[in-house]
């Protein structure tokens, strides 16, 4: 077994087990194929320019730090970038034959999360509308989700140490998706890159443009199927590998590779949470013992002192 998936077996039965259930209850995730009316967004890579508006609309939207390079900076497609604390959404070129290629990147929202189940205190949800939210007065930090993900989308807030907490991209859930109104992205995009709407219409508006001009896209809409759907969907001229997209992921939810893992040492999986709650609170205590009397230290000394004078 994978060094990979050990960790998210660990993750998906702690889960479980701190929420009181079975591991055949974690398991059931892996029949849940999203909401029948949840929204998404098509991209359709072949009309992006990279003008990073969709990053600057996030960001105003998100609220989110004014970025070190400013948006009408090209130089920042020179490195590789990932979403990250301070910018949920980011857009990267890559170098192809026919000229560059730009691909807008952020949470998926998977129709079935693998960092809703990894989350041992149930931080994440999955709305109707598709989007997979999540609270941060409960988040914890532990960063369960970040080593989940299939996508290496969730960013980590080290920046703060008094609010460690998990930050990605949630649709615009709480201003815009839950009042049916697009996200800022998608609305700001000049190019009509990013298409919003019902996820079941998106897939076949796509096969619809695969059909029509075939010579113009490759035959495949990846999210469509890949780790059982995505509500991010996406078109491309290039073949997806040579964007940065996995391709080897499979169309079994991240849950489903683990199921086998999770009978054979179900034991050890279901006290994993225990055992390091078990660690926190035995080095809580030694601390606060030695806060404790390290206070006291210094009354005996000064006690032993008078004595001796005495």
Not at 63 to 85: A, G, N, Y
Not at 233 to 245: A, I, M, N
Request: aromatic share 10%; glycine share 8%.
């Amino acid at each position: 077994m994978k060094r990979r998936d050990f960790l998210k077996g660990c993750m998906l039965c702690g889960a479980a087990s701190s929420l009181g259930l079975p591991a055949k209850k974690a398991w059931g995730s892996g029949s849940f194929e999203g909401y029948s009316e949840g929204m998404g967004v098509l991209v359709d890579l072949t009309r992006c320019i990279g003008c990073r508006s969709c990053e600057a609309a996030c960001n105003k939207e998100q609220k989110l730090p004014e970025p070190k390079i400013p948006f009408d900076d090209q130089s920042v497609f020179e490195e590789k970038r990932r979403p990250t604390e301070e910018a949920y959404t980011v857009v990267n070129r890559y170098e192809n034959q026919g000229g560059p290629v730009y691909r807008k990147i952020q949470c998926n929202h998977c129709n079935e999360p693998a960092c809703l189940t990894s989350c041992f205190v149930n931080a994440y949800t999955k709305t109707k509308e598709g989007a997979v939210i999540y609270n941060p007065k409960i988040c914890v930090g532990c960063r369960n989700c970040m080593i989940a993900c299939p996508f290496n989308v969730p960013g980590y807030s080290y920046s703060s140490a008094t609010n460690p907490v998990v930050k990605k991209c949630i649709f615009c859930y709480d201003t815009r998706v839950k009042y049916g109104k697009p996200p800022a992205c998608v609305e700001v995009c000049p190019q009509e890159v990013l298409t919003f709407g019902y996820r079941k219409d998106l897939i076949k508006m796509g096969h619809e443009r695969i059909r029509e001009t075939p010579d113009k896209y490759v035959d495949h809409i990846y999210g469509e199927k890949e780790l059982g759907g995505t509500g991010w969907l996406y078109l491309s001229g290039v073949p997806f590998d040579k964007v940065g997209f996995d391709t080897t992921l499979g169309n079994e939810p991240i849950i489903s590779n683990v199921k086998e893992f999770l009978g054979t040492v179900p034991m050890v999986l279901a006290i994993w949470p225990a055992l390091f709650t078990g660690f926190h609170l035995l080095s809580t205590r030694k601390k606060e013992h030695e806060e404790e009397h390290g206070h006291d230290h210094p009354k005996s000394s000064q006690e032993d002192s008078d004595n001796e004078k005495i």
